[in-house]
């Protein structure tokens, strides 16, 4: 029997169109920079989800996140399939990092993405995202 795994990523955006990433501090992925986000708790919607992880990541409120982009694909686990929902839009507040799932964030702008060590793929789902915001 194959297992969906929902997962949610926030592309979070400054006034600047700079993107907000984390430095990964455990499991796949560690010390690279990603997109904030998670996997759902109990029946919450794919929104509450992002809005919950983002808060619990950054201390961040991210406000009226935006649908953009789901994509489902084969997960390096044998019988895990991912669906990915990708939500882009602001977030206010300070910054209160959850040292347990974040070491570091920080903006960056889209030229910085080619020098940056990114995992989970999220370069080129940055690369997309900006690409159609042109």
């Not at 907000?20 to 904030?36: D, E, M, Y």
């Not at 509450?48 to 950054?58: A, G």
């Not at 882009?88 to 910054?95: L, M, P, Q, S, T």
């Not at 040292?99 to 903006?107: F, G, L, P, T």
């Amino acid at each position: 029997m194959t297992m969906v795994r929902l997962v949610m990523r926030a592309i979070i955006l400054n006034d600047r169109g700079q993107v907000l990433l984390g430095k990964r501090a455990r499991g796949t992925g560690v010390n690279q920079w990603a997109l904030i986000g998670g996997k759902p708790d109990g029946n919450e919607t794919i929104e509450q989800t992002i809005i919950r992880e983002v808060k619990e990541e950054t201390g961040l409120k991210f406000t009226n996140p935006i649908l953009w982009k789901e994509e489902e694909g084969d997960s390096a686990t044998p019988g895990e399939f991912w669906k990915v929902s990708y939500f882009y839009g602001k977030a206010i507040g300070n910054v209160k990092l959850n040292r347990n799932e974040i070491s570091e964030v920080r903006y960056f702008s889209l030229k910085d993405l080619d020098n940056l060590n990114i995992g989970l793929t999220h370069d080129k789902v940055l690369q997309e995202f900006f690409s159609q915001r042109r």
